[in-house]
């Protein structure tokens, strides 16, 4: 009898203890298989290519400089993110610079200050000697690190900066806005970083800063990086785009019309045909190996993902001109080929 009772917990820890790995598992990220790019073999001289790390982190290159948005390669767990405190892993950065095969950059630029664009940024740039390019709020998680003055530059709304053939300019926009009312005041309420950051500290202490769409122009093409899925109307007007790098974490909560609201205020406006979506895999998920969408604890609560994914796979029924690519991780895809002659 007692051993039958011992049994039958036995079975049932271990059950719980299979349905807890279960719930740590990831499932596959919401983007349409047939979307994905590979990379390139053999770039030509002077292209300007674009890798990807995963969120929106992207290093962009025409062969003479080399530039960053984020630089974001952490990836502290759940239980750090929601109850403990969380610091650049340096391991991670060494590695996701390694990946990117990079060690110069002339700039990093945050598209906010939150943990996942901006907590890496100033160590990025000490390891590269970039600038780092952002708000005051940037400025202070910057200066908690320890950045020199010298390596922080301000952003100021609409002031192109060229970085050699890159102009870059940074325009102020909205964080993708939570429809929850509680997250959205944790997450967007009291923005402002008045001090360093000195980590490690709890993720929220990371606060929004000011956000930034990122347009870009060089000789070969122009583009924009909106890294979370929020607008401004009429904002992004006069930043005519040939690709833009599209935001889509949580559109999927949100309601169709924040959603094309959101496609409208940004693709639509810029006039982009090319479209990469960017901040849809998980940001608990490994910094190595294939992209995963959120843990399956968070698909039970949620179906950001799929909702989004029948979105843009709408968008592109109507439009046929429309060209979706998702990126590689980590190997370089050929943005703008220099013309041929
Ligand atoms: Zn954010």
Redesign the pocket.
């Known amino acids: 009898m007692k051993r039958a009772l011992l049994l039958g917990l036995g079975l049932v820890l271990f059950g719980l203890f299979g349905f807890s790995l279960f719930l740590r598992s990831y499932t596959s990220p919401a983007v349409d298989p047939a979307w994905r790019v590979e990379g390139a073999n053999g770039i030509p001289q002077s292209a300007v290519t674009v890798r990807y790390t995963g969120t929106s982190t992207l290093l962009f290159s025409d062969g003479e400089t080399s530039w960053m948005i984020d630089g974001w390669f952490s990836r502290p767990g759940l239980i750090e993110l929601l109850f403990g405190e969380i610091e650049p892993d340096l391991e991670a950065i060494e590695y996701g610079l390694a990946q990117n095969e990079v060690d110069q950059l002339a700039v990093v630029i945050p598209v906010?200050s939150?943990y996942?664009?901006a907590m890496d940024a100033p160590e990025v740039a000490k390891r590269t000697g970039a600038m780092l390019l952002g708000s005051e709020s940037t400025a202070n998680i910057a200066r908690g690190w320890g950045l020199p003055e010298s390596q922080i530059q301000i952003a100021q709304n609409h002031q192109p900066v060229q970085f050699g053939q890159f102009t870059i300019t940074l325009i102020e926009t909205r964080?993708?806005q939570f429809p929850n009312p509680a997250v959205a005041e944790r997450?967007l309420g009291n923005p402002d970083i008045r001090e360093p950051v000195i980590p490690p500290v709890p993720a929220l202490d990371y606060r929004?800063g000011q956000p930034y769409a990122v347009h870009v122009s060089h000789p070969l093409g122009s583009w924009l990086i909106q890294g979370?899925a929020g607008y401004i109307q009429g904002g992004l007007e006069g930043y005519p785009s040939d690709v833009v790098f599209l935001g889509t974490g949580g559109l999927g909560t949100q309601t169709a019309k924040y959603r094309e609201t959101y496609w409208d205020e940004t693709v639509e406006r810029v006039g982009a045909k090319r479209i990469i979506p960017v901040h849809w895999d998980s940001l608990t998920g490994p910094i190595q190996g294939p992209f995963t969408g959120p843990s399956r604890a968070a698909s039970f609560l949620s179906d950001d993902g799929e909702k989004n994914l029948s979105f843009l796979k709408a968008k592109g029924s109507e439009d046929p001109a429309l060209r979706f690519e998702t990126l590689p991780r980590y190997d370089p895809v050929i943005l703008f080929a220099p013309a041929s002659d």
């Open positions: 906010h939150h996942d664009h964080h993708f997450a929004l979370s």
